[in-house]
């Protein structure tokens, strides 16, 4: 009995208990749910066109292939597009024509030459920056893959009113461009004499290194590129 009384004591004089807590519990709020931003019509304009830019060189490095291999005639769109990998319909939302693919592939000429250029036009010495590029027009021109193409459309333009037409006006740029960068510094008429003449007569060599490497394949090309550049340095000097 007395026991049973001591033991109500201690119970009414216990102080009530507080809930436990866990140690390193944090109370975490909830946020709302951040959607994702959405790019801006500009972006998606962007994007469209880079996809487009793409297609085009896929599509023109396909033809160029087929077109060396079958020639122009017999390498047909359906071709192409196996050779890329997509339905022929899938080409004409990049180009209508096989013509329309010839232009592709000189405007992409154009466009390297006209880039080669540039950096020619932004040297201290012109003349010198001009010769150090004879290695790689030298190397360019031999490459009997890049003759192969070459040849096939310049027959096309013997037969194509149209192909003719974007061959001649891609040369009549060319011509433009080799001219401002020969006059540069070069104020003197004498040294100017001639001009136009040599810078066919400097074309005429390089679009002969084409035929040239087909014909005879085992040239020194070491050789073949210290002869023209003594014969270049002469034009430009």
Do not use: W
């Not at 096989?98 to 201290?124: N, P, T």
């Amino acid at each position: 009995m007395a026991m049973a009384k001591a033991k109500g004591a201690r119970s009414a004089a216990a102080p009530p208990r507080s809930p436990r807590v866990k140690t390193g519990a944090v109370a975490r709020t909830r946020r709302p749910p951040v959607a994702p931003s959405r790019p801006s019509a500009a972006d998606e304009s962007a994007a469209r066109a880079g996809l487009a830019d793409l297609r085009r060189r896929q599509i023109l490095d396909a033809a160029e292939e087929c077109f060396r291999q079958r020639g122009f005639h017999n390498a047909s769109m359906a071709e192409i597009a196996k050779t890329f990998g997509m339905s022929a319909g899938h080409i004409y939302n990049y180009f209508d024509s096989k013509e329309a693919i010839i232009a592709g592939i000189v405007e992409r000429d154009l466009a390297l030459f006209m880039q080669r250029s540039d950096e020619i036009r932004g040297a201290a010495d012109i003349p010198a920056a001009l010769l150090a590029r004879v290695d790689e027009g030298v190397a360019d021109k031999l490459n009997p893959g890049r003759a192969a193409l070459q040849f096939e459309v310049l027959a096309e333009a013997g037969r194509n009113p149209q192909v003719l037409a974007m061959v001649r006006a891609a040369d009549v740029k060319v011509r433009d461009v080799l001219r401002e960068l020969f006059r540069h510094g070069r104020e003197d008429r004498q040294a100017n004499r001639d001009l136009d003449g040599k810078i066919a007569v400097l074309m005429a060599l390089f679009d002969g290194l084409m035929s040239r490497g087909l014909r005879q394949p085992e040239i020194d090309r070491a050789q073949m590129t210290r002869a023209l550049r003594a014969v270049i340095s002469d034009m430009v000097r």
